[in-house]
Every structure is written in C-alpha cells, then in structure tokens.
C-alpha cells in the first residue's frame, strides 16, 4: 500500500485535514475538513432552530463542483506531465459523457489519447482529459443530492417534489458543474430519469459569467498585484524557497512563474491525484514527492487563499469587484421573496472555488477564523425561516454548520449585508 494510503488525515498548521479519501476517517469529527469531499447538511447532524412555530420558507445554495476517487483530474499540467504518472494513467471510461442537440441522435464523447502522439509528453496515459470529472465524482454529486433530500423534503417537508416549478439551478458553463447539477437531481429523485422532462440549467456566457466569475475587471487585477507584491505575501515565498527549488527541480517547473508565484498547482496537482488514490509524483529518476512536501503545499494554499480573498489590504474591495455581481443577484432573490414577487422556493447554484471562496469572505466567515481553500462539494445554505415572533430571519450553513454570525438575522439585514457587497457602478470601476 502506498505511502498516501496509508496516510489519511494530514496535520496542517494544527487543523487537520483529509486529502486522500471522500470517506472522512470515523476518528475524526464528522465535520472535519475533508478536500476530496466537503461535509455538508445532512440528517444525522441538522437541527432546526430553537424557535416554537419556527417555518423554512425559502433558501439559496451555493455549491462547488464535486470530485472523489475516481475524481476530476487535475487542471494544470506539469511541462512533462506523463512521466509524472502512474503508465496506466487516468480512466474515466466508466462515465459516459453526453453530448448532443435535442431532436438529433444521441451522442457521447470519449478522451482518446493515442500513445504515438508526438506531443504525449504533455499529457497522461489513458482516457481522461485535463479537468474531467469522472464516475466518482459523480457519485459524491448523488450521495451529496440524497443528504439534502433528506433534511429539506424528508425532515422539514419544506420540498415536496423535485421540479422545476420549486427549484431554479444555475451552473457555469463548465461540463463539470453541470454534471454535478444532474448528480444532485438525481440523489434528490432517482425517479428523474424516468421522466421525459428535461431539466433547464441556466448559465451565463462565459466571458461575463458572474458564478466562476470571469468577467473581466482590470481595476481588480491591479488590486490583487498590488497586494501580491508587499512583503506580506513574498516573506511566505521567500520563507518557503527550499520547498519551491525542491519541487521545481523534481517537476520541471522551476523558474514557471505560474508555478513559482504561489502554490496554487501544486496544491491542485497533488489533491487530484491523492483523492484519486494515485500516488505524490515520482520523476524517471525516482524522486518523489514527499507527504511531508505535500502537507506543506497544503497549509500554504490555505495560507494563500486566506490571503488573496480574506486578509490582504484590500482584499474586500478586490473581492466586491469580482464578486459584486453575483452579490447582487443573490440580493435580488432575497428582495424578490421579501416583496413576494420569487416564483422559486430554492435556487442552486453550482460553481467553482473561487465562488466559494468569495462568498465565505463577503458574508464574513473570514472574521471568524481563516478561510481555507474550499473543499470539492462545499456547501453554504442560505435558509429563510418565518416565526410568529420574530419575522423573516436567515441562517446560513457552511460545510453542514450553522455560521455562528449569521445563525438568526432578520432578512432585511442580511439583505444590507449582500448590498453592501455590491459597489456602485461596479462597470464603471472594473474598466476606468
């Protein structure tokens, strides 16, 4: 067994985490942060609010993508990629990826990497492309779908059935985030598949999408150099150069300033693969990528994304450019409800961790500790609850708990703190 499997919770600077297996160990608290596969609400482990005639009335969720073992393989790419790979490589042809135009024939398409390929240094062995989510992820999607079944259509009744009368989904245009749409649905109703309705996901294009986000915004950027070029940020650089040499060498990434500007792809390249169950990279020479190195890469990514989003000077401005938009819908759904005007009793949303990330640092779960890189399937509920004593209040759920600042706000409050996440003319300001 190798190293990594025998290696299930890593300590990371005294918090500890899971990066090798979407099942988190029994010793360990069931809300212990797990990257392969986030908690999140579940029966076992929900309690409604301790108000009398306390009602669920309405709720928005963000998620993030999921992925297990098998898992979404990585992003980015080593500039020798296969040699960094076990010589069978990456299977995902145990998932059948669909893709055709209504009314025409039903088609799938399938990764075939021909190993005569003059370029198939740059990429695995197998039948996976870069960023593919596969069958495992899949299935963390439908077990994620049957927890939150069961705690809002089982448990509160607050969902009867699953349609689109109740349930607005929005995803981005990724395939993976769609997919991850079809496992909820289907954990939440198995039946789905037998019906003939097919199920809209809303997306926006691409290039203004507010859910990744991807709009561009170059007064954002200046800001995010900025506060990335103070010796805040480069002391951690400069403090960690051994480990950046070490990998660089053992990789061939040395002196690749995606690379060596944080740790970013590593952190991606290495969870890919231990919540895949493969093993840390090994080059043609036998080095390897050490647990020890890895654990490392692990706490700095936390550190980072803490920083880039959370505890920079002007990292809130930084994340109200680039998130604003998306601030402002989620505001407009509640307003919506308030003045009773929703049509929906839940909106979903599927993104990315960047969406997590600057959602948990716009409703201030970065004031109550440090954020950490969001984990593949993190949750934030948003739940609307009505009471004859105190109105509309919100409780807002992160990872399957309730957010000890936002456990029972009135509505109206909660909408101001949206608002205030939302600079005015935030065109104006992205391209000035």
Request: with cysteine.
């Amino acid at each position: 067994m190798s190293q990594v499997n025998l290696r299930v919770a890593a300590q990371v600077n005294g918090t500890t985490g899971v990066y090798n297996s979407s099942v988190t160990p029994s010793s360990l608290p069931w809300n212990t942060y797990n990257y392969c596969n986030a908690p999140h609400v579940k029966v076992a482990h929900y309690s409604e609010p301790k108000t009398g005639d306390a009602e669920l009335v309405y709720m928005n969720v963000m998620f993030r993508h999921h992925k297990a073992r098998p898992s979404r393989t990585p992003d980015n790419l080593y500039p020798n990629e296969n040699v960094l790979n076990p010589f069978s490589g990456w299977d995902c042809s145990d998932f059948i990826q669909l893709n055709y135009a209504s009314g025409t024939a039903v088609v799938f398409h399938e990764t075939v990497i021909p190993a005569d390929h003059p370029f198939l240094s740059q990429i695995w062995n197998g039948t996976c492309d870069a960023g593919q989510f596969t069958a495992g992820g899949l299935a963390d999607a439908v077990k994620h779908g049957q927890d939150f079944w069961s705690v809002y259509s089982h448990k509160l009744g607050f969902l009867k059935t699953v349609n689109q009368k109740d349930m607005y989904i929005r995803t981005s245009t990724e395939d993976r985030t769609q997919q991850v749409a079809s496992g909820l649905l289907f954990g939440m109703d198995p039946n789905i598949v037998k019906s003939s309705k097919k199920w809209p996901l809303r997306t926006q294009p691409s290039n203004i999408d507010s859910l990744v986000p991807s709009y561009s915004c170059p007064a954002a950027d200046a800001i995010r150099d900025a506060y990335q070029s103070v010796p805040a940020w480069t002391d951690h650089l400069v403090a960690n150069q051994d480990l950046a040499d070490r990998l660089g060498n053992m990789l061939g990434t040395a002196n690749m300033s995606a690379w060596t500007s944080w740790y970013d792809h590593y952190f991606d390249t290495f969870t890919s693969r231990t919540c895949h169950g493969h093993s840390l990279p090994c080059n043609t020479s036998g080095a390897c990528v050490s647990q020890t190195d890895a654990d490392r890469v692990y706490a700095l990514g936390d550190l980072e994304y803490n920083y880039i989003w959370n505890a920079a000077e002007n990292a809130t401005t930084y994340n109200q450019l680039t998130f604003g938009v998306m601030f402002s819908e989620l505001a407009a759904n509640f307003r919506s409800f308030k003045s009773g005007s929703e049509t929906y009793k839940s909106r979903l949303y599927v993104g990315h961790d960047g969406s997590m990330i600057r959602l948990a640092s716009g409703l201030g779960l970065g004031k109550l500790a440090p954020l950490r890189w969001p984990a593949l399937g993190s949750e934030i509920v948003m739940e609307v609850w009505k009471t004859s004593a105190d109105g509309l209040r919100v409780r807002v759920m992160h990872e399957g708990t309730p957010v000890s600042s936002l456990t029972w706000v009135p509505l109206d409050d909660f909408i101001n703190l949206l608002e205030a996440q939302v600079p005015s003319n935030i065109f104006g300001i992205c391209n000035a």
